[in-house]
């Protein structure tokens, strides 16, 4: 028996979920991969994927935030025969009526990831770079499976300020004039 385990979960009707999670899946046709975030809250169940976002009420118990793969739970969901579903989210597992999968990452302890990311759905390195300037913690970036963008996205714009500079350096523009004047543009 596992002692001192996080345990939240949410019961809702199949048929809310379902509609919701192929309205999800109709935005991002193109991106199988789309990473799906659900968050557990009193009495409500938040389903986020870059560009969407929605609220369902549902009988909740305890708060959680866990991530995984749109298309994989979309298809499950589609196989149970129950007209409620019951997911249960205790540590890096999800369980429904005895399925149990291994979901991409939660948290428990704190608060300091339940807040989702807003992005647009085309999403470019512009957004991916105002993520902190906008308050988004390492973590919250990290759980939203972000941080890889975010870094590439830091690279080229790194790569690009100096790819200007050697255009432009025989003008007298310095790689700081370059960088002042793209932080400023593009408000970083």
């Not at 714009?157 to 025989?170: Q, V």
Request: proline share 2%; with cysteine.
């Amino acid at each position: 028996m596992r002692v001192n385990m996080n345990l939240s979960s949410f019961t809702i009707r199949k048929s809310v979920l379902l509609k919701k999670l192929r309205e999800l899946s109709k935005l991002s046709p193109w991106n199988k991969g789309s990473v799906l975030e659900l968050t557990i809250t009193d009495g409500k169940l938040t389903l986020v994927i870059p560009g969407a976002k929605y609220l369902l009420d549902c009988e909740t118990k305890s708060t959680a935030k866990a991530t995984i793969g749109l298309s994989y739970f979309l298809d499950i969901i589609k196989t149970q025969k129950e007209i409620k579903i019951k997911c249960i989210i205790t540590d890096n597992t999800l369980e429904i009526k005895g399925l149990f999968i291994n979901i991409q990452t939660t948290f428990f302890e704190t608060d300091s990831i339940l807040r989702s990311i807003k992005m647009p759905l085309n999403y470019s390195d512009w957004h991916l770079l105002k993520l902190e300037k906008e308050g988004y913690t390492e973590d919250e970036i990290y759980f939203n499976k972000l941080n890889s963008e975010v870094y590439y996205a830091k690279k080229a714009l790194t790569s690009n300020i100096l790819k200007t500079f050697h255009l432009l350096k025989i003008y007298g523009l310095t790689k700081k004039d370059i960088k002042e004047i793209i932080y400023k543009k593009i408000d970083l």
